[in-house]
């Protein structure tokens, strides 16, 4: 804390209270208390979508990962030809691919238009979440493809030596090293896909930023509705980033 | 996808894509050289930004470092919609004023000149983090060597520093580049017309949604893929030195 006062930061953070307390007084914030409610669900949507996405979109990387490291070839080109189309292009245009391309061709085919999943499909979230976690397995793919190969050969062999099965080898030694190696990257790379959930609101789903959107349309006012949401991302950036400084403590790893 | 090519038919697919009129051909490939024009301005910008935020990062002195830290951590951690956002509104607003303040009309800023300032404010930030890591990574002898010759700071960067940086920073550059070609489909929400756009006007007039899509997801492919071998091909430049020390000659 000593090291961190130095005079000048005292002057910054003056400087930054000052800023902070012109944007509280003098801009326009009388919107605040009718929007409310629809700022808290905006951010539940967004927190939702960015965990449940990142969560599925592991559970693939992983597949992905293992297949381009340890894979056939028949399972490592596919694999590999899926990362490099998800990343060479940009999600928004993935998305609405998905949201306009599947969604007009659904209603065509009668026995998806009568299942008992219509009413789910006809929504617009299903496909901002396949979207963002399609895009998510894409990258997070290629960090586990590097991670399972980072694993030490000597610890897979001392695991068939002990006569593992290989789904238990799999499962207690290969997946938590590699996840233990991958996991400052994945941290990272959360914090990516929270900052890209914002583009499901293009596709009408109702998520924070398409609230402070709203707030635009409704009363003219630009900048603080904005500011709000930079406020906002950046904060569950820091939980995010915060997040994972706490599960890497808790992994004991030996530092020479 | 069967249904739809055997209802529309793979000829009139074509059609649809063919350069003159009736075809989108050339709507696409105009919002594709808009999104090369832009990835390449906000690169070069962003690029400028990063060599003089990553010395001043690493030399300058206690403020300058500390305002780098905080532009670099802000926009880092906001999403590229909401800063594109900020940032058009604000140098707008910014331009005009200062355009008032001189007894000119406001004006509206062009779609290219805006979006290449905002994109490249964004990719500063991050070529800051690249340009900066790669720096360190120049042996301390090297540098302390071109000091001791009596190399002033400009000639020294020119000379040592930014020469043997450039192997270890192409790799974090090129994932830039890329970063800064599927970025600008951002600007398709604030309504400039670069290949996301485009190909969205076209998808919505024709309803050929996947035709369309598919489309411009390949010549975002190309782009991607000619810009990796390019890339590829500076890295062995930027390497040249490097590869007669591996070998031991």
């Known amino acids: ?174 997946l938590p090293q590699a996840i233990h190696r991958a996991l400052p990257t994945i941290g990272g790379e959360m914090v990516l896909q929270m900052k890209s959930t914002p583009l499901v609101a293009t596709i009408t789903v109702v998520d924070i930023y398409s609230v402070a959107k709203r707030v635009t349309q409704d009363t003219f006012i630009v900048y603080e509705p904005l500011l709000l949401l930079a406020v906002i991302y950046m904060a569950l950036a820091g939980l995010i980033v915060l997040f994972f400084r706490w599960l890497e403590s808790r992994i004991p790893s030996r530092t020479a | 996808m069967l249904t739809l090519i055997t209802s529309t038919g793979a000829s009139s697919m074509l059609d649809l894509l063919a350069w003159s009129p009736p075809g989108w051909g050339a709507t696409l490939v105009q919002g594709l050289l808009n999104t090369i024009v832009i990835a390449f301005g906000a690169y070069a910008l962003g690029l400028l930004i990063g060599v003089f935020g990553a010395f001043g990062k690493l030399y300058g002195g206690p403020i300058v470092k500390d305002v780098l830290a905080v532009y670099t951590t802000l926009v880092r951690a906001v999403p590229e919609l909401v800063l594109i956002l900020i940032l058009y509104f604000a140098v707008t607003d910014a331009v005009n004023e200062i355009l008032k303040f001189y007894g000119y009309d406001p004006i509206q800023l062009s779609g290219v000149g805006a979006g290449i300032a905002v994109l490249g404010i964004v990719q500063g930030a991050y070529s800051t983090e690249v340009l900066r890591g790669a720096i360190q990574s120049v042996p301390a002898g090297q540098i302390e060597a071109g000091r001791a010759m009596g190399m002033p700071p400009t000639l020294l960067a020119r000379r040592i520093t930014l020469p043997l940086m450039m192997a270890s920073a192409i790799p974090g550059l090129a994932n830039l580049w890329l970063t800064v070609t599927k970025d600008t489909a951002l600007l398709a929400v604030v309504g400039f017309i670069e290949l996301t756009k485009a190909t969205s006007l076209a998808a919505a007039t024709t309803k050929a949604f996947f035709t369309f899509y598919m489309a411009a997801g390949v010549l975002y492919l190309i782009l991607s893929l000619g810009s990796g071998l390019v890339f590829s091909r500076i890295e062995k430049w930027a390497r040249r030195g490097q590869r007669n020390i591996g070998r031991g000659s």
């Open chain 1, 1 to 174: 804390m000593k090291d961190f006062l130095k005079p000048h930061r005292i002057v910054m953070l003056v400087i930054a209270v000052l800023i902070v307390g012109w944007c509280a007084y003098s801009m326009n914030w009388s919107w605040l208390p009718k929007y409310m409610p629809k700022i808290v669900s905006g951010i539940w949507i967004t927190c939702w979508l960015t965990v449940l996405t990142m969560g599925l979109g592991m559970v693939l990387a992983v597949m992905l990962g293992l297949a381009q490291a340890a894979g056939p070839a028949w399972l490592a080109w596919p694999a590999k030809v899926y990362c490099s189309v998800i990343r060479g292009t940009p999600l928004l245009l993935q998305l609405w691919l998905l949201y306009f391309g599947l969604g007009s061709l659904f209603p065509q085919i009668p026995w998806i238009k009568d299942s008992a999943l219509w009413p789910i499909l006809r929504q617009a979230w299903p496909y901002g979440v396949l979207a963002l976690t399609m895009s998510v397995a894409g990258y997070e793919g290629e960090v586990m493809r590097g991670a399972f190969k980072g694993v030490p050969s000597g610890q897979l062999e001392a695991a068939r030596a002990m006569g593992m099965p290989r789904l238990t080898a799999f499962r207690r030694i290969w």
